[in-house]
Nanobody
Framework: VQLQASGGGYVQPGGSLRLSCAASGFALADYGIGWFRQAPGEEREFVAGVNWSGSRTYYADSMKGRFTISRDNAKNTVDLQMNNLKPEDTAVYYC????????????????????WGQGTLVTVSS
């Protein structure tokens, strides 16, 4: 099982980035996926999640309206579109697989996720 996060980079405040999580070694279509982030000196926090089919999405309050999670099971990818980025969005972003098969409801607890990607760094600065 592998998850590979990519798409991070440097962007000015108000800009956009699209992160992608590529899955291999398992049937992505059977699992919910979450995105988390960890800022310097901070604990890792939940950003967004999508259920196995893509019919349900979940967001942390501070990301609602700015971030959009989506998935393409045919391509084995889950993307995170981030708009109107702020300096406080600077962090390493991780994707993770929810451990429950065909999960409908995704929560923010890290213990609900069993495999993690290596992270991709997003820096928002002028």
């Amino acid at each position: 099982v592998q998850l590979q996060a990519s798409g991070g980079g440097y962007v000015q405040p108000g800009g956009s980035l699209r992160l992608s999580c590529a899955a291999s070694g398992f049937a992505l279509a059977d699992y919910g996926i979450g995105w988390f982030r960890q800022a310097p000196g901070e604990e890792r926090e939940f950003v967004a999640g999508v259920n196995w089919s893509g019919s349900r999405t979940y967001y942390a309050d501070s990301m609602k309206g700015r971030f959009t999670i989506s998935r393409d099971n045919a391509k084995n990818t889950v993307d995170l579109q981030m708009n109107n980025l702020k300096p406080e969005d600077t962090a390493v972003y991780y994707c993770a697989r929810n451990r429950k098969l065909l999960v409908e409801v995704l929560g923010p607890a890290e213990t609900d996720y069993d495999y993690w990607g290596q992270g991709t760094l997003v820096t928002v600065s002028s």
